[in-house]
Nanobody, 124 residues
Framework: QVTLVESGGGLVQPGGSLTLSCAASGFSSDSNGIGWFRQAPGKEREGVSCLSSGDGSTYYAYFVEGRFTISRDNAKNTVYLQMNSLKPEDTAVYYC?????????????????WGEGTPVTVSS
């Protein structure tokens, strides 16, 4: 059974930075990707970034490309999302997920497991 626990969310000013963490347990090699979604108030959940377990390839949604960086510490079974140059429109609950990545615009092809989410608010 896969368990994903996010942390690191909070309030940050526009232009600031924040790093989210996702501690994963029971992560199966059958799930070839791990990463992040987000859901803003009143909007649908959207893929943000995915890291392929097989070759380490990373995928980003166009709206975070160049600002967010996904990485993984295999020894700690933890995935990180470094978020820089944050904008008010980045305000959302950020969810860790496992599944499969895609190079298409949606970033994710399938999703198998979800975390509970951690809220991020970008506001002055």
């Amino acid at each position: 059974q896969v368990t994903l626990v996010e942390s690191g969310g909070g309030l940050v000013q526009p232009g600031g930075s924040l790093t989210l963490s996702c501690a994963a347990s029971g992560f199966s090699s059958d799930s070839n990707g791990i990463g992040w979604f987000r859901q803003a108030p009143g909007k649908e959940r959207e893929g943000v970034s995915c890291l392929s377990s097989g070759d380490g390839s990373t995928y980003y949604a166009y709206f975070v490309e160049g600002r967010f960086t996904i990485s993984r510490d295999n020894a700690k079974n933890t995935v990180y999302l470094q978020m820089n140059s944050l904008k008010p429109e980045d305000t959302a609950v950020y969810y860790c997920a496992t599944g499969s990545c895609t190079s298409g615009g949606s970033v994710w092809y399938t999703v198998e497991n979800w975390g509970e989410g951690t809220p991020v608010t970008v506001s002055s």
